[in-house]
């Protein structure tokens, strides 16, 4: 029995087709994988399905009838809930005034009556919260469950999950395929978006493959394998970027000695961080999202002062320096935000020369033909699908991240602080970008990789730190760190045994 029917989905934006006639089920009590890279049609499809677009041609069956899905409300009415990696809960209020909020005859919630009616129900659907606790206390796994529970509490029977482990530990990436298989045998249906193979061939039973806005097709996870999601995808197999062990490496050429910082909210973020990496060496900063990293990678970008320590890339002091002064120092930066990257309505030309105006400076003037010039070079260099004058704000994720690649690494930087750089990207821009990074490393570059992937962290790091709350809990070898290992630590769970620089 079908759960869901979309038949003929065609969503358009202007003279862009986001979904071309796109056919799609979801059968009762199934978990469904939903892949594609970047800008094929996913995210599209899913907005459609729960009433943030509407499709332009096409039709939509809930349990065999004909639905018009016109807003959220009308989702969730028809037991559709969905999941996404921003969590929209309110960290003041407690699990079950989060549960029921929006969802109480009035505008009062009772809060003893909430916390019986909230254990009930995660009592009913096995999932593990404390209805009481401030969401603010709560871990991000635990957040998640929350907002499934939130979803369930609703009656949803049909489930949508958006990159559902992008912000979990290996431990808490467990206990949610646990929680989704105990929900699937009690008839949930569940729709899976991830663009982590593995985590695919590991959870779902279905898998249907997105590529240009067109279906690719659907198979059964018993009847493919990682390297043919993999070819359906992008149109050829991947094999996965790793390094290769044994280079020589050089002097040290980023020194973090003694580092503090604090947060946005005046709390201390980084505590006395000690770090170097040498030529030839990436160094991996494994950490789940929240402890520090982002604060670290602001301070070597620049947009964040210190309150203590100090940075130096070869002998050169950095500390407190501004943007402009660390690019010139030979500095690579390609910040976590891809969007805060770029300026979305300059050109994609202009963006690549962003950082190096003065370069481009004829008799007191932009020379814009040698800043055309430079992009063509880059473009083509980089394979960015974009002409030097579109608006850098219609590009794909994969290909704005090029953008910023493109201008942090054609440099040559002796020190290269990539965050995030594969966040949200498909599984072709994903060994596109991994790959730059090992060539930097290769070059003789220093590289500092601050991600929550672990599974990225594991394959191009020549060492690893983990941080949690703000400290480097331990720095070892990649070829002594196991996954289990890392994720106790990065949970802080464990305690590391040394800490080597």
Do not use: W
């Amino acid at each position: 029995m079908h759960a869901i029917q979309m038949r003929g989905i065609t969503k358009r934006f202007g003279p862009v087709v986001a979904n071309d006639h796109i056919n799609f089920d979801l059968e009762q009590g199934e978990i469904h994988a939903l892949l594609g890279e970047n800008g094929a049609g996913k995210t599209t499809l899913m907005r459609i399905l729960y009433g943030l677009y509407h499709a332009d041609e096409g039709e939509i069956r809930v349990d065999g009838e004909v639905v018009h899905i016109a807003s959220p409300k009308d989702a969730i009415r028809l037991g559709i809930g969905m999941v996404t990696q921003h969590f929209a809960l309110v960290p003041t209020l407690s699990v079950a005034e989060n549960v029921v909020l929006g969802y109480t005859d009035g505008f009062r919630v009772e809060p003893q009556a909430a916390q019986q009616r909230v254990a009930e129900a995660a009592a009913r659907f096995g999932i593990e919260v404390d209805p009481a606790a401030l969401v603010r206390h709560l871990s991000v796994g635990e957040r998640q469950r929350v907002e499934i529970l939130k979803a369930l509490y609703r009656n949803a029977r049909i489930l949508i999950l958006d990159e559902p482990t992008a912000v979990l530990v290996p431990q808490e990436v467990e206990v949610l395929f646990e929680t989704l298989e105990r929900l699937r045998q009690g008839g949930l249906s569940v729709i899976f978006i991830s663009h982590k193979l593995y985590e695919v061939m590991t959870v779902c039973d279905r898998i249907t493959v997105l590529r240009d806005g067109r279906v690719v097709g659907t198979v059964d996870k018993e009847a493919t394998s990682q390297a043919e999601l993999a070819r359906m995808m992008v149109g050829r197999e991947t094999f996965g970027v790793t390094r290769q062990d044994g280079r020589p490496q050089g002097p040290v050429l980023l020194r973090i000695e003694n580092l503090s910082a604090l947060d946005q909210k005046g709390l201390p973020a980084l505590k006395e961080v000690t770090l170097e990496v040498r030529a030839g060496e990436i160094l991996g900063v494994a950490g789940v999202s929240g402890n520090g990293q982002t604060e670290l990678s602001h301070v070597l970008a620049g947009t964040l002062k210190p309150t203590e320590g100090r940075v130096l890339v070869g002998n050169e002091d950095l500390t407190g320096a501004d943007p402009a002064r660390i690019s010139a120092a030979g500095v690579g930066r390609i910040p976590e935000d891809r969007h805060e990257g770029v300026i979305g309505e300059l050109s994609v030309a202009e963006n690549l020369a962003l950082e190096y105006l003065d370069e481009f400076v004829k008799g007191g003037r932009l020379d814009h033909r040698r800043i055309r010039q430079h992009a063509e070079r880059l473009i083509a260099e980089y394979q960015i699908k974009a002409s030097p004058t579109d608006r850098t704000r219609t590009l794909s994720g994969g290909n704005m991240q090029k953008v910023i690649l493109a201008r942090a690494l054609s440099r040559n930087p002796r020190v290269v602080i990539a965050s995030q750089p594969t966040r949200g990207l498909d599984v072709g821009a994903t060994e596109y970008v991994r790959s730059k990074l090992l060539e930097q490393r290769d070059r003789g570059a220093a590289v500092l990789l601050l991600s929550e992937d672990l599974d990225e962290v594991l394959a191009l790091s020549d060492r690893i730190a983990v941080i949690y709350e703000g400290r480097i809990v331990d720095v070892l070898p990649a070829s002594e760190a196991d996954v289990e290992q890392l994720g106790l630590m990065m949970s802080g769970a464990r305690e590391g045994t040394s800490a080597r620089v």
